[in-house]
C-alpha cells in the first residue's frame, strides 16, 4: 500500500498541472466512475452509469464556449482528468480497506511530505518563485510581506480543512459521491459569479446549470434508494418465541 500513495501523490501533482493550459475538466466524474467500477468500488448499474453521463454532459454544456479549443492543454486536462479519478480510488482503498491508513488524517500525515517535496521542487522548476521576491509588488516592505504571507496561511488551513473533509467523505461515502459534490460546488460557483459578478451565461450554459442540477439530484436520489434497500436487507425482523408454560 505504500506504492499506493506514493502514487497518489504524483498524480495529484499531475492534475494541478493541467490548471497552467485549460480549467475544464469536465470528464473527471465519468473517470472517477470507470476506475470505481475497475476496482471493485461500485458495482456496474446502467442508472448510475446514465447519472453520472448526465452530470458531465450538463457540466460540458455549462462551460461551451468558455476557453478556445487548444490541443496541448485538451490532452493535459484529459490525461489529469483520468490521473484524477485513478488517484480518488487509490485514496478510498486507502481509506476503506488499509489498518493502519484508515483515517483521514492518518493518510494524509503519510503522504503529504512526499507531495510536499514534489510540488516545492516543481515550484522552483517552473515557478521560480525565489526570482519574484526581488521585483513582486507583495513582497515590497514588511506590511505587504506580512499581509502575502498571511493569505498564504489562510489559504493553507482552508486547502487543509477541505483536503480532511474530502479524505472523510470518501471513507463514509465513496469517490463516486466526492466526485458529484464537486460538481455541486461548481454549480454554486457558477451560480454566485452570476449574482456577485455579473458573469454572463447564453442559453446554453443556462441549460447547462439545469441538467447538472437534475443529474445532481438524480443521484442523491438513487444513493437514497439504494441506501434504504440495504438497509432493508440488513436489518431483519428477529422471530418473536413464545415462553413455553411449565408442567
Keep these: 500500500m505504500v506504492r499506493i500513495y506514493n502514487s497518489i501523490n504524483f498524480l495529484y501533482i499531475f492534475y494541478n498541472l493541467n490548471y497552467l493550459y485549460i480549467k475544464v475538466k469536465s470528464s473527471t466524474p465519468i473517470w472517477v466512475l470507470v476506475f470505481a467500477f475497475f476496482f471493485g468500488l461500485e458495482n456496474p448499474r446502467f442508472i448510475l452509469v446514465f447519472i ?17 479549443f487548444n490541443l496541448k ?7 489529469a482528468a483520468i490521473c484524477s479519478g485513478f488517484r480518488w480510488s487509490l485514496t478510498q482503498m486507502l481509506l476503506q480497506q488499509e489498518e493502519s491508513m484508515n483515517h483521514p488524517i492518518a493518510t494524509l500525515y503519510y503522504i503529504s511530505p512526499v507531495m510536499f517535496v514534489a510540488m516545492v521542487t516543481l515550484s522552483l522548476i517552473f515557478e521560480r518563485p525565489i526570482s519574484e521576491f526581488g521585483y513582486s509588488k ?12 498571511g ?28 466526485s458529484v459534490a464537486g ?6 460557483v457558477i451560480m454566485l459569479s452570476v449574482l456577485i459578478y455579473q458573469d454572463q451565461l447564453t442559453p446554453l450554459n443556462i441549460l447547462g446549470l ?29 422471530p418473536s418465541h413464545k415462553n413455553e408454560s411449565k408442567d
Excluded: P, W
Aim: with cysteine.
Design 138 to 149: 507583495h513582497f515590497k516592505d514588511l506590511e505587504t510581506i506580512t499581509q502575502t504571507f
Design 183 to 188: 460538481i455541486s460546488k461548481e454549480v454554486v
Design 210 to 238: 439545469v441538467v447538472s442540477i437534475i443529474g445532481i439530484a438524480g443521484y442523491n436520489y438513487y444513493k437514497i434508494s439504494k441506501n434504504s434497500q440495504d438497509n432493508k436487507g440488513r436489518y431483519q425482523a428477529v
Design 73 to 79: 492543454g485538451f490532452l493535459l486536462v484529459l490525461g
Design 52 to 68: 453520472i453521463s448526465i452530470i458531465s454532459i450538463g457540466v460540458i454544456m455549462t462551460v461551451f464556449g468558455e476557453t478556445a
Design 151 to 178: 493569505l498564504m496561511i489562510i489559504g493553507g488551513i482552508l486547502a487543509f480543512c477541505m483536503t480532511i473533509s474530502e479524505f472523510a467523505l470518501i471513507k463514509n461515502t465513496s469517490t463516486v459521491t466526492l
